[in-house]
T-cell receptor, first 112, second 114 residues
Framework: AQTVTQSQPEMSVQEAETVTLSCTYD???????LFWYKQPPSRQMILVIR??????QNATENRFSVNFQKAAKSFSLKISDSQLGDAAMYFC?????????FGAGTRLTVKP | ETGVTQTPRHLVMGMTNKKSLKCEQH?????MYWYKQSAKKPLELMFV???????ENNSVPSRFSPECPNSSHLFLHLHTLQPEDSALYLC?????????????FGPGTRLTVT
């Protein structure tokens, strides 16, 4: 079974600084999608960024970018210029035709 | 209403009760999902409905029974639950295109089994 591992249960960052959240996954598939979702306290989970495995170029959405290393099966999320509103649980997720898996999450704290 | 809504937001039930969770999506999607979210554990995919047909059941105990009467509504019927079933139950929907499966989540139902 495919697994998604987030090795950092908690992370903290100073406001305006940069933080990187790690994610690794295990798969034998060649075609799949990777996602980072954000779940603020007591609020709905929302998509932050997605990456298609067939694309070599790393996805970017404003202050959020990923470092996708397909051979290493690594998919880290970089948050630049961190803001207080970035404080949340972040989940890495993997999706193939037949499977959908989430990591256990990383709780990000942003210090003012 | 917009997006994905879930009712109730909080539910406390005894082990012998029968209750139902409701999910509604207003996005025109054709797939809906139930997840269980427990503290410090990965989200557990419970059920998937695509085009109103169940396509995945990840060995969920029979005390959880899903129902998808149409593409906009999804229910999770609960009976004789156990305390370890206490968790946040999330509903999600997506448009199943050729390989693209971004999911939109509801706010969840916080279930406590006493």
């Amino acid at each position: 079974a495919q697994t998604v591992t987030q090795s950092q249960p908690e992370m903290s960052v100073q406001e305006a600084e940069t933080v990187t959240l790690s994610c690794t996954y295990d798969t034998s598939e060649s075609d799949y999608y990777l996602f980072w979702y954000k779940q603020p306290p007591s609020r709905q989970m929302i998509l932050v960024i997605r990456q298609e495995a067939y694309k070599q170029q790393n996805a970017t959405e404003n202050r959020f970018s990923v470092n996708f290393q397909k051979a290493a099966k690594s998919f880290s999320l970089k948050i630049s210029d961190s803001q207080l509103g970035d404080a949340a649980m972040y989940f890495c997720a993997y999706r193939s035709t037949d499977d959908m898996r989430f990591g256990a999450g990383t709780r990000l704290t942003v210090k003012p | 209403e917009t997006g994905v809504t879930q009712t109730p937001r909080h539910l406390v039930m005894g082990m012998t009760n029968k209750k139902s969770l409701k999910c509604e999506q207003h996005l025109g999607h054709n797939a809906m999902y139930w997840y269980k979210q427990s503290a410090k554990k990965p989200l557990e995919l419970m059920f998937v409905y695509s085009l109103e047909e169940r396509v995945e059941n990840n060995s969920v105990p029979s005390r959880f029974s899903p129902e998808c009467p149409n593409s906009s509504h999804l229910f999770l019927h609960l009976h004789t639950l156990q305390p370890e079933d206490s968790a946040l139950y999330l509903c999600a929907s997506s448009q199943v295109l050729a390989g693209y499966y971004e999911q939109y989540f509801g706010p969840g139902t916080r279930l406590t089994v006493t």
